[in-house]
Structures are given as structure tokens and as C-alpha cells.
Antibody, heavy 119, light 110 residues
Framework: QVQLQESGPGLVKPSETLSLTCTVSGGSISSSNYYWGWIRQPPGKGLEWIGTIYYSGSTYYNPSLKSRVTISVDTSKNHFSLKLRSVTAADTAVYYC???????????WGQGTLVTVSS | QSALTQPPSASGSPGQSVTISCTGTGSDVGSYNHVSWYQQHPGKAPKLIIYDVNKRPSGVPDRFSGSKSGNTASLTVSGLQAEDEADYYCNSYAGSNTVVFGGGTKLTVL
């Protein structure tokens, strides 16, 4: 059973860069059957897809966030990462990493990590 | 890429059936049979309950079923139980390896 675990700072200052890592255990991030993604949920609000990466490094981003987002993968460490630049209070959310099928269904999720943007 | 439209709330009594809609456009729901549904209890990560419109992952009760017509997908929960009270989200493949979520529906079991 694959498990995903998010890690990173819980507090980020406005205008700085939010950085999170998702470590995958119980399965290989290099599997050709899956994609790996980031999804966030502002407090009390709905889910928003941020972006997805394939083990080869191909990336796909939400157009509304594309200019500020970079997702990368390190197959040697079996983890993938999220960087979101120039954050504001509107980026405060629980950030989830997930394993996705080829057509966007997220079958496995991390527990989520709350990132607060505040000075 | 706009969020899919879901009703903010839905409710039903134990044993009844309730249906939640998810409306998109011809660029997402209407073009692909790749709509998924998720159940989220407070403070927990979402759980996949339906994928590819009407397929259930292993372990998901058959009380949960999905369908699609045109640009609208639907999730039906039959034989409502107290533990079904949760938030439900749909998502759809939207082409070019992008995904879009719905705004979520809070299901209350009366």
C-alpha cells in the first residue's frame, strides 16, 4: 500500500517561496502507471488542483497558478516537491500530495499539511 | 479552467437516496468519461469513491454510484447511513493532463 507524506515549513512570509516535499513509501515514484500531484484546500473551502508531474519530469500546471509554480521529482529519493513563489495570504491552505491515475483520479493522498502565509 | 459546479449542500434521511450533481463544460465533463468523486470527513484527506464516471475502487460500498449525461455528472448515495455525512467533491480530466475540481457539496444525514 503506497503512502505519501508531506513535509515542509508550516509558516511562510508574504512574498516568499512556499516549499514542500512529498515522500512516497511502499511504492516506486518511477512507476509508469501513475502521476504525482499537489492539491490544496484553503480553510473552509474546496479543493484546487495545483499541478502534476510524471516520473520522467514532465509537468502540468493549473493555468491560474502556472506563473508561480514549479513541481520537480527526485526518483533517487522517491519524492517530489512543490515550490510556490510570491505567496500571499490567499495561498494559506492545507496542501496535499497525491498519486493520480492517467486521467486525473487521485487514489492515494497524503495526510495534508497546513501552510499559513503570514508575517 | 473554471471550477465544476456543485450544489453547496444536500441532505437525506437514513435509508434514503440522495444525488449530487457536478456540472462542467464541453471541455471537461462533457468531453471525457473521466469524472471522479471524493468523500472528505472533517480534518481528513479526501478519499476516492468513484472514478471514470461509475467505477468504484476496491472496498467502496456499492451504495455509491456514479453517472454522467452531457456536461453533468452525478453521484448517488443509496441507503444513506450516518457515516455518509461528509463533504463530496467531483473532479474531471480537462485535457492536456490537467484536472479541475468542483466546489464541493456538504451532505447532511438528517
Amino acid at each position: 500500500q503506497v503512502q505519501l507524506q508531506e513535509s515542509g515549513p508550516g509558516l511562510v512570509k508574504p512574498s516568499e517561496t512556499l516549499s514542500l516535499t512529498c515522500t512516497v513509501s511502499g511504492g516506486s515514484i518511477s512507476s509508469s502507471n501513475y502521476y504525482w500531484g499537489w492539491i490544496r484546500q484553503p480553510p473552509g473551502k474546496g479543493l484546487e488542483w495545483i499541478g502534476t508531474i510524471y516520473y520522467s519530469g514532465s509537468t502540468y500546471y493549473n493555468p491560474s497558478l502556472k506563473s508561480r509554480v514549479t513541481i520537480s521529482v527526485d526518483t533517487s529519493k522517491n519524492h517530489f516537491s512543490l515550490k510556490l513563489r510570491s505567496v500571499t495570504a490567499a495561498d494559506t491552505a492545507v496542501y496535499y500530495c497525491a498519486r493520480l491515475g492517467a486521467w486525473g483520479s487521485a487514489g492515494d493522498w497524503g495526510q495534508g499539511t497546513l501552510v499559513t502565509v503570514s508575517s | 479552467q473554471s471550477a465544476l459546479t456543485q450544489p453547496p449542500s444536500a441532505s437525506g434521511s437514513p435509508g434514503q437516496s440522495v444525488t449530487i450533481s457536478c456540472t462542467g463544460t464541453g471541455s471537461d465533463v462533457g468531453s471525457y468519461n473521466h469524472v471522479s468523486w471524493y468523500q472528505q470527513h472533517p480534518g481528513k484527506a479526501p478519499k476516492l469513491i468513484i472514478y471514470d464516471v461509475n467505477k468504484r475502487p476496491s472496498g467502496v460500498p456499492d451504495r455509491f454510484s456514479g453517472s454522467k449525461s452531457g456536461n453533468t455528472a452525478s453521484l448517488t448515495v443509496s441507503g444513506l447511513q450516518a457515516e455518509d455525512e461528509a463533504d463530496y467533491y467531483c473532479n474531471s480530466y480537462a485535457g492536456s493532463n490537467t484536472v479541475v475540481f468542483g466546489g464541493g457539496t456538504k451532505l447532511t444525514v438528517l
